[in-house]
């Protein structure tokens, strides 16, 4: 693979995601949470809190963020950095939607 | 120049073309014979105007844009209802469907776009219309002349469009849309709520999330709608307006480069440099536009460069005006929520307004704007010229009228109010009468001014007004009230929100955000749970739970880990378990691998380290045993711990087991502000620990005395005393009335405890135990919402229900390029 083109990985369909909430993919020993806003956007981090590993995939979305479950840090969904006095940082995959179809890199976890 | 004019001939008369006409035209009128082939039987119409002809405002005369006379002023010959079949570019000419062969010098291909119609079956019936063009108008009105019903099918701009035109002719209108929320490409969720409102007022009926899978038809003529849910509608005629797709067979057909629509350069011309293409055939820059401004600039960019100029046109950010009597919506830019964005929300309930600006580095990328759409043009201007808006942040969202000369402070604009200007719409009070007497009796606080004036103690959303005019009349001694907000998306408690829910009937969270004029356009992750338990506590009948809203123990039915994974609590009623339940739980333990089982301090027994996927299997083996959940991750009835009372122990005095199953059994399922936990001692010896429960009973020889507001946690609190009743059944209504009390009244996550304290446990007493229309009525209302409430949401989930919730999206072994 060159460094210019991306591959993507058909993941499934928007709608398998419910507005402003989140999926996870699987691979192999990682998970990626995939969120969707209420507008339709889509994004992808890896499943951990930077603050102690909680599965981001099942906090509460808003504000283009989400609340992780356990312990209420605010992650940014667009940079995976943790908001207001919080710091610290989730790493991000890129992940489109396309034609009803989500698709996420691939590169990023080979 | 050559001495003889050049030959233009253009494909299509919409109004792009039309457009490029009246530019090319200004410019060199003589440049160009001009020949116009156009498909449809008629000269250049406006057809933004479609809706108003189709509500019946309007007549096609009205909306005429260039009639016969302009086409032979400007000696253009216009060939009506004659579409041209080909394009011949080696030989520069183009056929029309009745033989006409013409050549050219330059061409504009202006063939606009054509409506997407679903595949589903049943679109070739009779009655089944597209939204284009004046002859769909025509046939529409036809329709309704019969009367009936319609279904349109999409709830973007045209569709919503036909829906308000065929109920202005007197149909009963039924809107589908696949997506949650109308228009969801211009507008956000909280604008399309109140848009939906405002349709559902003018008797449209709309279904959001309505997938439709065919159309039912008899004798050849549609009969009604059929939805993937099984729902029908019935109806006589159906307008798909599900989107529009670019026209370019001619285009293809002659070799021109296409995409989704006919590709070109920022010059407007195609792969050919002959041809321009023009409109909403049109693929620029990987985007097609179907709105009329950035259309009007193809136009004149194309009129530019058919004149010898180098115009470009370099794209466009499009603003959408929905064109609804009645409805004012404007809409334009990029307003999804991100955390390197901020909002400017501004909401005024009694004039149902809604604006919402999205600025990034202190530029405006994004305006929503419902009900006064007066300044749409004013931010569509600063978003696309990129202006700067720190300046004028304070006062941006009031609009062009606040900016400049010293308004920069909120304050200055209640000073600059009139003194008969209202301040209180529900109670009539004006500026001068709380300045007034504010001065007069020495008023310094909100309460004060409430009591004297009356003034925001209805509705309360003029409360901010009430305090600014607290800070202009006192100045610096002015303290702002202590009041703690619920979060910082509102100035408003927990208990104006949950009066106002009840007194202005508002039964969604968007409901709730508009009419008490939240400061975000969606809330957050404090006040969205709130707002949902508030609302299905009030309207248990009515309300639809927004899952999304909840926390993921509440969402997933079980409690979350540190690890990930999950832990489990099924229901023992009253604390009691049998062998045939045992053995169900040590099955699913080993079957699943379950590596944790714990007694918990309820009486029940918890199984941790449960994988998210597995657990409705875990449910559906757990519900053959008899199990439910038990609800030990809600703000709900959690347990009922019971001692062995008159069964076996030779100190019991009443049979503390079964009424502990029989509280359980009764209010398993509701919904609390904090979680509720009860007890039952069958003596004074207390073996249950009633005496520090949310609820507790201790039995004695008389009957039953009834303890409330305890606690055992963060903090420790012995129970107060509600009183003595005689029988169970007694005993019972007096322990749901309480805790419907609670339910009623609580703020979210505020225990019994706290929430008697507040109130006062007299207060509790007098309505509780001294008022027993009272205690029937709170009694009588938990029964209601029992009804709706108690279902079993393993078993439901067993059943399929929120399957996404459990399993993974996708599971990728290896990485594989498609």
């Known amino acids: 693979m060159n460094g210019e083109s991306i591959v993507w990985i058909d993941i499934g369909a928007l709608s398998d995601i419910p507005p402003s909430g989140a999926r996870c993919v699987e691979i192999d020993d990682r998970t990626i949470a995939v969120f969707r806003d209420r507008d339709d956007r889509v994004y992808a981090l890896e499943d951990k809190c930077p603050h102690s590993q909680g599965p981001l995939s099942q906090g509460i979305v808003h504000d283009g963020c989400v609340t992780c479950p356990l312990h209420n840090w605010v992650i940014s969904l667009a940079s995976g950095k943790a908001q207001g006095a919080d710091s610290g940082s989730t790493q991000t995959f890129r992940v489109e939607a396309k034609d009803g179809r989500l698709l996420l890199e691939a590169g990023a976890f080979s | ?818």
């Open chain 2, 1 to 818: 120049m050559s001495d003889q004019q050049k030959q233009l001939v253009v494909i299509g008369n919409g109004m792009a073309p039309g457009r490029m006409l009246e530019e090319l035209f200004e410019r060199e009128p003589a440049s160009y014979s001009v020949t116009i082939f156009n498909a449809e039987p008629r000269v250049n119409y406006n057809r933004l105007m479609l809706s108003p002809v189709l509500s019946g405002e309007k007549t096609y005369a009205d909306i005429i844009t260039h009639d016969d006379d302009w086409y032979a002023a400007n000696g253009v010959t216009l060939h009506k209802g004659d579409a041209i079949e080909a394009i011949d570019r080696d030989r520069r000419c183009v056929v029309s469907r009745s033989g006409i062969e013409l050549n050219y010098d330059k061409l504009v291909v202006a063939t606009g776009s054509s409506p997407i119609v679903i595949p589903i079956p049943g679109v070739d019936l009779n009655g089944v219309y597209t939204y284009r063009d004046l002859d769909d108008v025509q046939r529409m009105v036809d329709v309704c002349a019969g009367g009936g019903s319609a279904v349109v099918i999409g709830g973007g701009l045209l569709g919503l469009e036909a829906a308000a035109g065929l109920r202005e002719r007197g149909m009963t209108v039924t809107v589908l849309h696949l997506m949650p929320t109308l228009m969801e490409r211009q507008l956000d969720p909280a604008a399309a709520d109140i848009l939906k409102r405002a349709f559902e007022d003018r008797g449209v009926n709309i279904i959001t999330e309505a997938n439709s899978r065919e159309i039912t038809g008899s004798q050849g003529q549609v009969a009604g709608v059929l939805l993937d849910n099984g729902t029908e509608i019935p109806c006589e005629m159906v307008v798909m307006a599900v989107g529009i797709r670019p026209s370019k067979r001619l285009a293809d057909d002659c070799g021109i480069a296409t995409e989704r629509g006919i590709v070109v350069g920022d010059n407007m011309t195609t792969s050919d440099p002959d041809i321009y293409a023009l409109g909403e055939c049109v693929e620029h820059r990987g985007a097609c536009y179907g709105l009329v401004a950035p259309l009007y600039e193809m136009a004149k960019v194309i009129a530019e460069n058919l004149t010898g100029a180098c115009a470009s046109f370099t794209g466009a950010v499009n603003a959408t005006k929905l064109k609804v009597t009645g409805i004012d919506l404007y809409s334009a830019g990029d307003f999804a929520d991100g955390e390197d964005r901020e909002e400017i929300v501004l909401r005024d309930a009694t004039a149902g307004v809604y604006k919402r600006l999205v600025i990034k580095n202190d530029v405006i990328i994004g305006v929503v704007l419902y009900g006064d759409t007066t300044d749409g043009p004013w931010f569509f201007d600063l978003l696309k010229k990129g202006t700067d808006v720190s300046e004028m942040r304070e006062t941006l969202i009031f609009g062009q009228a606040y900016q400049g000369d010293g308004a920069a402070d909120p304050l200055s604009a209640v000073a600059a109010l009139p003194d008969d200007a209202e301040i209180c719409g529900c109670n009539g009070i004006c500026k001068s009468k709380i300045t007034g007497k504010i001065t007069e009796l020495g008023l310094s606080s909100v309460d004060d001014v409430r009591a004297h004036t009356k003034a925001s103690a209805s509705c309360g959303t003029c409360t901010g007004l009430v305090e600014q005019l607290l800070a202009l009349t006192l100045g610096d001694s002015f303290e702002p009230s202590a009041a703690t907000p619920m979060c910082s998306c509102t100035s408003l408690e927990h208990g104006d929100v949950r009066r106002l829910i009840k007194a202005k009937e508002l039964k969604s969270i968007p409901e709730v955000m508009q009419a008490l004029e939240w400061k975000t356009s969606a809330g957050c992750a404090k006040c969205r749970p709130a707002l949902n338990y508030y609302l299905i506590a009030d309207w248990p009948d009515e309300y639809a739970d927004d899952y999304q809203s909840r926390f993921i123990n509440e969402r997933a039915h079980a409690n979350i880990q540190k690890d990930g994974t999950y832990s489990i609590v099924p229901r023992m009623w009253g604390g009691q378990t049998s062998a045939k339940e045992l053995r169900a739980i040590a099955d699913a333990v080993e079957k699943y691998d379950i590596p944790t089982v714990k007694v918990t301090g309820g009486q029940r027994i918890d199984m941790l380290g449960i994988k998210k996927e597995d657990l409705p299997s875990v449910w559906a083996d757990l519900g053959e045993a008899g199990f439910v959940s038990g609800h030990a991750y809600a703000k709900g009835l959690r347990t009922v711990k019971t001692c062995v009372g008159t069964d076996w122990c030779r100190f019991g005095t009443q049979d503390s087991t079964g009424l502990g199953v029989r509280i359980e059994k009764f209010m398993w399922g509701s919904w609390t502000p904090a979680k509720v936990k009860m007890a039952v001692s069958g003596c004074p010896r207390n073996c249950a620990e009633a005496t520090c429960k949310d609820v507790g009973v201790i039995c004695v020889d008389s009957g039953f005395e009834i303890h409330f507001a305890g606690a055992a946690g963060l903090d420790i609190k012995g129970t107060e005393v509600l009183g003595l009743v005689e029988t169970e059944e007694q005993a019972i209504e007096h322990i749901v009335a309480i805790v419907q009390m609670y339910r009623e009244q609580g703020y979210y996550l505020e225990r019994i405890y706290k929430w008697a304290r507040r109130i006062g446990y007299d207060e509790v007493r007098q309505q509780v135990l001294h008022d027993a229309e009272k205690r029937k009525a709170y009694y009588d209302r938990f029964v209601l919402s029992q009804r709706y409430a108690q279902v079993d949401p393993w078993q439901e989930r067993v059943r399929g229900k929120h399957e996404y919730e459990f399993a993974p999206l996708a599971k990728l072994d290896q990485v594989v390029a498609i």
